[in-house]
Nanobody, 128 residues
Framework: QVQLVESGGGLVPAGGSLMLSCAAS????????MAWFRQAPGKEREFVAA????????FLADSVKGRFTISRNNAENTVYLQMNNLKPEDTAVYYC?????????????????????WGQGTQVTVSS
């Protein structure tokens, strides 16, 4: 079992920044890719960012390219999402998730079904 706990959400004005953290406990996430998704009220959960294990390559949704960055600290079993120049449309609950495929190195990282463990989410609200 892997437990994922997100933190760092909050209320920020448009143009502001937040860094979300996802701390993993229980079984290690070493060897597994990680991702961030978000879900706004009345909308489906959508992909935000992902990175595979052992590769600097990151994957970002078009809506956040140039503003969001995903990173990880393997020693601390933690994944981050740095969010800059936030917009009201970024308002959502943000979830981190663990890829179910160990040592996966491909680009098929966008579907939520590819992830087997999820955190409880952290609310991000961007005021206009």
């Amino acid at each position: 079992q892997v437990q994922l706990v997100e933190s760092g959400g909050g209320l920020v004005p448009a143009g502001g920044s937040l860094m979300l953290s996802c701390a993993a406990s229980g079984r290690t996430i070493r060897g597994y890719g990680m991702a961030w998704f978000r879900q706004a009220p009345g909308k489906e959960r959508e992909f935000v960012a992902a990175m595979n294990w052992g590769s600097p390559t990151t994957f970002l949704a078009d809506s956040v390219k140039g503003r969001f960055t995903i990173s990880r600290n393997n020693a601390e079993n933690t994944v981050y999402l740095q969010m800059n120049n936030l917009k009201p449309e970024d308002t959502a609950v943000y979830y981190c998730a663990k890829n179910r495929r160990k040592f996966y190195s491909g680009s098929d990282v966008f579907g939520s079904a590819l992830y087997d463990y999820w955190g409880q989410g952290t609310q991000v609200t961007v005021s206009s």
